[in-house]
């Protein structure tokens, strides 16, 4: 199966600094068929007003990957760790046996950002936070493993079963991902793009439109115009 999740049709929250959009149910957008896609909990897509954002508050068991599209986030929380990550950066909280921070734009430009939870393999474990800088050119033409539970050479760990990817592909490039079968979900943040399943069945994604693959044993992804691509690749709930 592969599902085109269009942008337009995703759950919304505007609260002036922060214009949100949901690819699954969060805060006050509930929808039963879009709870979680594997152990792929959380993939919001938010816009942050400048010298504006999230207060403390806390978290608990669950692996929290933030991909920076644009402007930067600057983290700060109970355990000592403050950090910015702009860009081009992710960073990963495990929220573990339990955190408390905040995260503001502190820029002079708005901030974009893909918020991405993933339900961990382990309960209770210390709360962590890492930022890393990975060399952009290093995702021309394929994806690339950026935070991983599965020992990735360069990832940042993750306490789950599932690979966060990110790639670049110039119009007309092509990547194959092999997933066996495995719950995928991708979203272009920027660009557009086509992706091709091993049953044929083939969907067309615009900048910020999901799409929802399971059952193949790989897919092929072609850029129709210059492309920035994040992938989350995961294993089944039990």
């Given at each position: ?12 929250s ?95 430009a ?47 760990p ?65 850029a ?12 089944r709930?039990?």
């Amino acid at each position: 199966m592969i599902e085109l999740r269009p942008f337009d049709k995703l759950g919304k929250s505007d609260h002036g600094w922060l214009k949100a959009n949901f690819h699954f149910s969060f805060a006050d957008y509930r929808n039963q068929d879009r709870v979680h896609w594997g152990s792929l909990r959380v993939w919001n897509n938010d816009r942050i007003a400048p010298q504006s954002g999230f207060p403390p508050h806390p978290h608990r068991d669950m692996e929290i990957v933030t991909y920076v599209i644009k402007g930067a986030i600057t983290h700060k929380d109970h355990l000592g760790n403050e950090g910015r990550t702009e860009a081009g950066q992710i960073q990963v909280m495990s929220a573990g046996n339990g955190i408390q921070h905040a995260e503001y734009n502190m820029e002079q430009a708005e901030t974009e950002l893909f918020q991405i939870w993933i339900i961990p393999n382990k309960q209770g474990v210390p709360a962590r936070w890492e930022t890393v800088q990975f060399p952009a050119d290093a995702r021309d033409g394929k994806l690339v493993p950026l935070a991983s539970g599965r020992g990735d050479d360069g990832a940042i760990p993750l306490y789950a079963d599932g690979s966060l990817m990110a790639g670049t592909l110039k119009a007309g490039q092509s990547t194959r991902q092999t997933l066996n079968g495995k719950p995928t979900y991708l979203v272009p943040a920027k660009g557009r793009i086509e992706v091709r399943g091993s049953d044929g069945k083939v969907v067309t994604a615009n900048a910020r439109d999901g799409v929802a693959v399971v059952d193949q044993d790989e897919i092929e992804i072609v850029a129709l115009a210059d492309a920035e691509i994040v992938l989350v690749e995961s294993d089944r709930l039990n």
